[in-house]
């Protein structure tokens, strides 16, 4: 049986949950849809009063008020009509175990210790890097099979472990950006929009799960390294 694929209009107004602020092209990008149906579908969903513009010194299009509610509506129905709830939530348990290893790799890939004191990690010791992409390696192997089995319910999960993968490949090259800096599509990035994409579909507030799951250094629910001063 050929995985789901979401209605454009929804997909739409997911990319614009998952990422908060976008443009056009992003959202495309992010769910897999040419950037001219995405620029027409916001204009039309900008008349039903679902999205709007921002323009100033965060610039993209997000969900209103209406538009959360109507896309956590269409979400529900869309996971209820494929009975694929429990499927998500095995894959979301399963993701929240490799989870603080994840934000353990990247906090130690902006932070590491010299002499017993916490520094920014400057990327002059290959070595050291290299150990941590290992890690983030690993992170993926094990995640592959979770985002395998959400993308033969939900075609949308089938980005993001090919996403990794290239963050990895051009961390490794020398783009160490890849691993952590917000924005671009780097390992950390699409790991927290993996999240958040879970947590949205179950309808799972994060500062609720954060709450329940508190106690690690960056706490596992959080999807956040902590970053160098």
Not at 97 to 105: C, E, R, S
Not at 115 to 141: C, I, K, Q, S
Not at 208 to 222: A, F, H, W
Request: charged residues 30%.
């Amino acid at each position: 049986m050929p995985s789901h694929r979401s209605d454009p209009r929804l997909l739409v107004l997911h990319g614009l949950r998952i990422k908060g602020t976008a443009e056009a092209a992003s959202v495309a990008a992010a769910v897999g849809l040419p950037a001219v149906q995405v620029a027409r579908l916001l204009d039309q969903l900008a008349a039903a009063g679902l999205v709007a513009r921002t323009d100033g010194l965060l610039t993209g299009w997000s969900l209103t008020r209406a538009g959360r509610a109507e896309h956590s509506r269409a979400l529900r129905a869309e996971l209820d009509s494929l009975a694929a709830r429990p499927t998500v939530e095995a894959a979301y348990r399963r993701f929240l175990d490799m989870n603080p290893g994840v934000l353990d790799a990247c906090s130690r890939w902006q932070v590491r210790e010299r002499r017993g004191r916490p520094v920014r990690n400057d990327h002059d010791d290959h070595r050291y890097d290299e150990r941590v992409l290992r890690e983030l390696d690993g992170a993926l192997a094990g995640v592959r099979p979770t985002s395998d089995r959400l993308a033969s319910v939900l075609d949308r999960f089938s980005a993001y472990a090919p996403q990794l993968e290239t963050a990895l490949g051009r961390a490794r090259a020398g783009e160490t950006d890849y691993v952590t800096k917000p924005v671009i599509p780097s390992f950390h990035t699409v790991w927290f929009e993996m999240h958040e994409d879970l947590l949205v579909t179950l309808d799972i507030d994060r500062s609720s799960e954060e709450s329940r799951t508190r106690g690690s250094t960056s706490g596992p629910g959080s999807s956040r390294p902590r970053r160098a001063m």
